[in-house]
C-alpha cells in the first residue's frame, strides 16, 4: 500500500511563484515514474510533468519553461516549482506515483488533491 501526501497548495497572484511536494511512503519499488497531474473544474484531469527514478522528465506544453520537476529519492518525494503563473493553472494538483514490481503491470496511487488558484 501507498501513501502520498501533499503539501497544501495556495492563492498566488499571477506571475507568482509556488511549490507543492508530495512525500510517498509504503510499498515503493525501485523503477517508478513520479507526478503532478491537475484538474480544473468541468475538465478532464491532464498531465502536468512526470519524472522517472532514473531522472527522465516531461511536461505538458503549457507549462514548459515555467514549471520544473523535480525529486528526492532519498525521501521519495517529488516536488514541482511553478514560476510565471497564470489564472488558467487554477486547478486541483494532485500527485501520482506509477509504478510496478518486475514485470508485473504498472499501477496508480494518487494524492488526496491541492487546491492552486491563481488569481488577483
Known amino acids: 500500500q501507498v501513501q502520498l501526501v501533499e503539501s497544501a497548495g495556495g492563492l498566488v497572484q499571477p506571475g507568482g511563484s509556488l511549490r507543492l511536494s508530495c512525500a510517498a511512503s509504503?510499498?515503493?519499488?525501485?523503477?517508478?515514474?513520479m507526478g503532478w497531474y491537475r484538474q480544473a473544474p468541468g475538465k478532464e484531469r491532464e498531465l502536468v510533468a512526470t519524472?522517472?527514478?532514473?531522472?527522465?522528465?516531461n511536461y505538458a506544453d503549457s507549462v514548459k519553461g515555467r514549471f520544473t520537476i523535480s525529486r528526492d529519492g532519498a525521501k521519495n518525494t517529488v516536488y514541482l516549482l511553478m514560476n510565471s503563473l497564470k489564472p488558467e493553472d487554477t486547478a486541483v494538483y494532485y500527485c501520482?506515483?506509477?509504478?510496478?514490481?518486475?514485470?508485473?503491470?504498472?499501477?496508480?496511487?494518487w494524492g488526496q488533491g491541492t487546491q492552486v488558484t491563481v488569481s488577483s
Open positions: 501520482n506515483l506509477n509504478q510496478r514490481s518486475g514485470r508485473s503491470p504498472w499501477f496508480d496511487s
Open positions: 519524472i522517472t527514478s532514473g531522472g527522465t522528465t
Open positions: 509504503g510499498t515503493i519499488f525501485g523503477i517508478n515514474v
